[in-house]
């Protein structure tokens, strides 16, 4: 029984390399730390370092991973200015009252960028990222609704408000209605439409619906939704049945492509109907994680009991966040991306991924076992499936064969309306390069030949919908 439980007791204990860190046995330290609990001592800085290095070994190769759109390469200036930023606390103004200008002037380029009316009076806040900027977004919609004098008393007698969105949106919206008692009205997809309809979506709103989210690049397969298309269903609703329904636009990505690449696309605070749009700094905007921003069109669209104003160095700053304490040096680092590329600079970095992006597609499609779904051209992003007639395997089987490359390919099905549909997709971003991605292309033609000689699907299908990162 001794033994055993010795036998227990070491398993549970992580093995020191003599040559990185020895016991000190005056000191009463072990040399072999345990794993789910705090040992008696400490151990050595080298040891503690080596320990949890050998183990990160076995993570995957963030630049090998085609499924996130979070950022994972950052040029070596960007991750010095991070460095020297790492301890300064994002809510303490006073303290560190340059972080908080930055942020600022972060907020006034967005709104500039985005087409505000008046950027330089933008009203928005940095956040730990865009899903913290959709639930702030979303309550300043309800917040709204509810104060309209028309909505007030029923509200206060437990009339319950809607959000009116696409099947496809990221799963913080369907946390936002669970967290803040809204209720989700989704518009489900339809053959070969993957996101949003404007008129199914306007049939879906009443004198109930606080908004419409519009997603300027679905994390499902890299598509634009139809915004302008969206807000003129609204006006029609509005000039027939009287509801003013605004519209906010999660651009967790394409809020930081569309500007550059597609400036002619009137997504932005251009419709008068859009009152908030959001974007993730961690995203395309070239920043590591966590950093995301939320921005409304005037001070009217952000109730103002819902922002707290502090004041430094004379200045009035407004915050709204859900975090308190939380890091400064992502917001650093946006500025200095801002700063470092300018409108030209992001236009070529998004260009290039872009071009990965079509030309992958391209010869993906070429390669005849394969069925595109979207193809690079909005979003450097692209889903595809496995054609009907290919019997010898799936799209896991796809995605499981990569992997022993390193690659990390996402296979997921899609939600109602097309729960048959099950797909791959890679998101290009910057330090995918070309070259990397021809290196994809020579293993998915290696594997191909003995995925076609399997009897069948190896892996079986599954029905979760997971990759909305």
Avoid at 34 to 46: C, E, F, H, V
Avoid at 159 to 170: A, E, H, T
Avoid at 178 to 207: I, K, Q, S, T
Avoid at 306 to 329: C, E, I, K, Q
Wanted: hydrophobic content about 40%; aromatic content about 8%; proline content about 6%.
């Amino acid at each position: 029984m001794n033994h055993q439980r010795k036998t227990r007791d070491e398993k549970d204990r992580l093995s020191v390399n003599p040559l990185v860190g020895e016991a000190n046995p005056a000191a009463g330290m072990e040399a072999a730390p345990p794993r789910n609990r705090l040992d008696a001592g400490p151990i050595a800085a080298s040891a503690a370092y080596q320990l949890i290095h050998d183990e990160l070994m076995l993570d995957g190769n963030a630049r090998l991973n085609l499924a996130t759109f979070v950022t994972t390469s950052m040029e070596p200036f960007a991750e010095r200015i991070m460095t020297e930023s790492q301890d300064k606390n994002m809510i303490d103004k006073d303290e560190y009252p340059m972080t908080a200008e930055l942020e600022q002037r972060c907020v006034a380029i967005l709104a500039d960028l985005w087409h505000a009316p008046d950027p330089s009076h933008a009203v928005g806040c940095s956040t730990t990222g865009s899903s913290e900027a959709c639930m702030l977004a979303g309550m300043a919609l309800k917040r709204r609704w509810a104060r309209r004098p028309e909505n007030a008393e029923r509200y206060a007698s437990g009339v319950r408000p809607n959000l009116v969105m696409g099947i496809n949106v990221q799963v913080c919206w369907e946390k936002f209605c669970n967290y803040w008692e809204v209720e989700p009205r989704y518009v489900p997809m339809e053959g070969d439409r993957f996101h949003l309809d404007p008129e199914a979506a306007a049939e879906l709103c009443d004198e109930n619906t606080i908004g419409v989210v519009a997603i300027m690049g679905s994390t499902f397969d890299g598509s634009y939704e139809p915004v302008g298309e969206l807000c003129a269903a609204l006006d029609r609703l509005q000039e027939r049945a009287g509801h003013d329904v605004p519209v906010h636009v999660d651009g967790a990505s394409g809020g930081m492509v569309a500007p550059f690449l597609d400036p002619d696309l009137e997504w932005d605070f251009r419709q008068p109907r859009v009152a908030s749009i959001n974007t993730s700094g961690h995203k395309y905007g070239l920043v590591y994680p966590g950093v995301g921003w939320a921005i409304w069109r005037d001070r009217e669209a952000l109730p103002d009991e819902l922002v707290f104003h502090v004041n430094y160095l004379g200045g009035d700053m407004p915050t709204f966040a859900l975090n308190f304490s939380r890091p400064g040096a992502e917001v650093v680092a946006q500025y200095y991306y801002f700063l470092r590329l300018g409108r030209d600079g992001y236009r070529a970095v998004q260009q290039a991924s872009r071009d990965v992006a079509t030309h992958l597609a391209r010869e993906i499609s070429a390669l005849d076992s394969f069925r595109m779904l979207t193809w690079g051209d909005e979003l450097p992003v692209f889903a595809f499936t496995v054609k009907d007639e290919v019997t010898a395997f799936n799209v896991y089987d796809v995605s499981r064969r990569l992997r022993e490359r390193g690659w990390q390919v996402p296979a997921y099905s899609f939600p109602a309306n097309r729960e048959d549909l099950s797909v791959l997709r890679v998101v290009c971003r910057n330090g995918f390069s070309m070259d990397l991605a021809d290196l994809l292309l020579q293993d998915l033609k290696r594997l191909l030949p003995e995925l076609h000689a399997q009897p069948g699907p190896l892996h079986p299908a599954m029905t979760s919908t997971g990759f909305h990162h």
